[in-house]
């Protein structure tokens, strides 16, 4: 497996596969996909992208003022799910914003990947949450670095 830098484009086909197969373009594309700050890694198994991950320049609700970056968008095909590809690409993107000065790392994801995420250095804060079309989600959130 190679991990990379990826366009938003191919973010969106792996976005669009596993998180909202049914859902409209304005469901996988995100304010800021196209920013320059704005990191997208995907996972490759040869030459097929397997798993993408978008980090975006964006304050933390509950970290005010600090360098903080957004996950947004992590998914990875159902073929490669469950081999650690997720936390590996979790970790590279992590590793990309932290050299570019991050010192949050934050984001909404599923109460279904709670262990996941804490796996990975992230706590929930607050109560689940419901997010339209994607069921219970926490906020998460981590320190760079």
């Known amino acids: 497996m190679q991990i990379r830098s990826i366009s938003f484009s ?47 320049a964006e304050p933390c609700p509950e970290e005010v003022g600090t360098d903080a970056w957004r ?3 992590m998914a990875t095909i159902p073929a490669a799910q469950g081999r650690g590809v997720g936390g590996q690409l979790l970790l590279y993107g992590i590793a990309g914003v932290s050299r570019r000065g991050a010192s949050v790392i934050w984001c909404y994801g599923r ?7 804490e796996r990975h250095g992230f706590r929930a804060l607050g109560d689940a949450f419901a997010l339209p079309h994607s069921g219970p989600h926490y906020l998460f959130i981590r320190r760079a670095g």
């Open 71 to 73: 996950l947004r968008g």
């Open 111 to 117: 109460a279904s990947a709670r262990s996941f995420y």
């Open 10 to 56: 191919q973010a969106r086909s792996i976005r669009r596969e596993v998180l909202r197969p049914r859902g409209p373009e304005s469901e996988i594309a995100y304010a800021g996909d196209a920013a320059e700050s704005t990191q997208h890694f995907g996972a490759f198994e040869g030459d097929t992208l397997i798993a993408v991950a978008t980090f975006l």
